[in-house]
DNA sequence: AATGAATGAGCCTTCATTCAT
DNA sequence: GATGAATGAAGGCTCATTCAT
């Protein structure tokens, strides 16, 4: 009854979501789907035109959805914000976008679908990386390269930016493999803010590092 | 002569190996890897019992031949190593493993077939967790104790030990897609060492970072 | 204003007379039809009860609106022509009916249909072949049976028969292969005068010869 | 255990020649193939690679085996026949392929099939079309341009030969209609010689009528 | 009177697996 | 030891039909 007055469509792409996320697509049966959801397979087909119908609705609806719940940080001109207080701000966003639990369904599956595409892109995540990702990381690097200056090269600049992306998307997708090798390790759709606060710091010392290095003779061999 | 009289068993592997690698274990069809392989699509069931079997001796390979290529970081005692070196050591040969082009077959699909497994792990995948990667994971940590000193958290140094993973996972999987949106981006593969010493600072600064405030009174309001 | 306002039901079955003769009953789809028709797919189902309902329709309205224009010959008794202008009369009937493009739409698939249903007679011919080809085919023989007198079997004259409506109806569905092996033909539709002028003066001549034999020690060997 | 010497795929495509020419391509089923067959359902496409591969298959071997079995005529120059005796064994030949029970399965449905490829061509039948129809048309016209002389001028030609092969191919196909409206006719396939012999005389006639009105002025309003 | 939403049955095809050789 | 033939299970999709409005 909760959940009753949500349209099927709308059921439908939550159910895929969370399932697509666990399986993949090939694995995922819209079968497996339809039951779930609680409609015919045929529903698939006519709300969707497919399963791959389906899943480019699934990954768009990711995004658009978690952009608009946890906007993208604006462009140095148009905030007050501090360069440091814009990082912070986009590591959030892009944790949260990936793992936060409240706010819409599949939670579990979203953040590994969205992995999944990163590793190994499919057809439906073109429109989405043009739309999303190509912005969202022009953004990261315009940010970084406030924080360190002018004499970092542009190359060092985009390896940091991937340092920290990195991170951001381990923590959303690595959980099943961390948990199971270290049972202490805190969960972490329980406690975001404190993966947040690490991500934030550890990127702060790792770009200080970095921005050090390159003003004199940065070398290995300095060890 | 080692690899020139390559048996048919051998051979179907290498081959496995490049196609789960591609296309994950559901849309490899055991009929591609027997094409490939020049070898009848009973061999399969025939030389590993099965599509699983198979599977399972892929992972078990990728392992076993990358840790004997690049082989893990002595403990503490049983070395003359510094921690720092020790780390690098670590970083790159995580990194190794998953991408260096030099060894054996299936390149480009080795480190994607692992990353898949490290999101989603499934049932072939526990055995190597136990033999390879808590071993590893606890060198990793013991590691970082060593460098951060008594003061830090147990919390903190796992954390710091996801950070330096995610970012070497990150960098062996994401090629994909980071190439797409920076086409400035260097390639992985042709530039692995530059990458394990970006990597490598990075995470030297992130972790004096961590140590730093984990002496005081860390927090984010002092930013 | 006959044509103009034209009902959603007429045209149906106009559009459905069409892509029925095109792709036969199973491989025309009601979407296809009501696509083309400009109405909803519920739509057949509300006007003729389902698929077999409409195709059943179309049918007989090939055949009802086919005699309304033009018509069978009539009874010996009941007109002043001669034999030969009756059949002449009868070859031309049925070829218009057939093929002659004015007149309705769905012209080009009209002849296809009907000879696929005397190829292989549907539940929904068995009603057109009481009321109008049986009819039909009694008005040929003693047309037939006028020309030849009394001295020709029974038998012969049903072949007879059969030979001529074979020529008929050879003429109005063979036109694609016609075409496609012989380029000089002329195709039917344009031509259907001269098709009607052959096809009688060809069957006099069959019609004579087998009188002519029939009247004394026919014989193959005779030849 | 008459048949089972019979390979599997020998089986299904006897079985396919029958159902194929019973109901058409749409609207038969592999299953129903296969069941009648006594084989897997997957089995088709294990042999065929699929339904289309099967009815190409089923296409070929019938004109395959029917020239085989009843070959075309000679040409002119390399035979002792004469002109009549050339049409005879044409019009014969032609029948008998289509018609002729004895000799290889699926025989009720083989003219039904044929007369619908004719009627509406698909793929599989291009093939068949330059490889034994062209061929065979050719050979007709060149029988009737010896039998009717220069006079008559090629469309005349083409007309007679469609009207001879109208009459084979309603035989052949028509036996349904033709047994429902008149019962006291002759089953063809038990009768086949009779058609022949009828089929071959009244075409006579046709010829020597078209012959007799393209010398001089022929026209209708000469009867 | 007419329609859009939704369904259930069935079809073609793919694929891992088995078995006789 | 290794293979080609054949199969059963299951998946995506199409389509006529139904039902509430």
């Known amino acids: 009854m909760e959940q009753n007055q949500i349209s099927a469509r709308e059921r439908i792409i939550e159910t895929a979501t969370d399932i697509f996320g666990r399986n993949g697509f090939k694995a995922t049966t819209i079968r497996m789907i339809a039951a779930e959801a609680g409609v015919n397979v045929a529903a698939v087909n006519y709300y969707f035109g497919g399963k791959e119908g389906l899943y480019a609705e699934v990954i768009e609806t990711i995004f658009s959805k978690g952009f608009s719940r946890f906007p993208s940080v604006q462009p140095d001109g148009e905030t007050e914000m501090t360069a440091d207080e814009r990082l912070f701000t986009f590591i959030r966003g892009t944790i949260y976008r990936l793992v936060s639990p409240e706010g819409w369904g599949g939670i579990s599956g979203r953040g590994r679908l969205i992995v999944k595409e990163m590793i190994e892109p499919t057809e439906a995540f073109n429109h989405v990386i043009d739309k999303y990702i190509r912005p969202h990381k022009t953004v990261l690097v315009s940010i970084l390269s406030e924080m360190m200056g002018g004499d970092v090269p542009e190359q060092r600049l985009l390896l940091s930016?991937?340092?920290?992306?990195?991170?951001?998307?381990?923590?959303?997708?690595?959980?099943?493999?961390?948990?199971?090798?270290?049972?202490?390790?805190?969960?972490?759709?329980?406690?975001?803010?404190?993966?947040?606060?690490?991500?934030?710091?550890?990127?702060?010392?790792?770009?200080?590092?970095?921005k050090l290095e390159s003003g004199g003779t940065a070398a290995r061999e300095k060890l």
Chains 1, 2, 3, 4 share one sequence.
């Not at 993966?195 to 702060?204: A, N, T």
Request: proline content about 4%; some cysteine.
């Open 161 to 210: 930016a991937v340092s920290i992306l990195g991170q951001c998307i381990y923590y959303a997708s690595g959980t099943n493999i961390i948990a199971r090798i270290a049972p202490e390790y805190l969960p972490v759709d329980k406690n975001i803010d404190v993966i947040v606060d690490h991500v934030f710091r550890f990127s702060l010392g790792g770009l200080a590092r970095i």
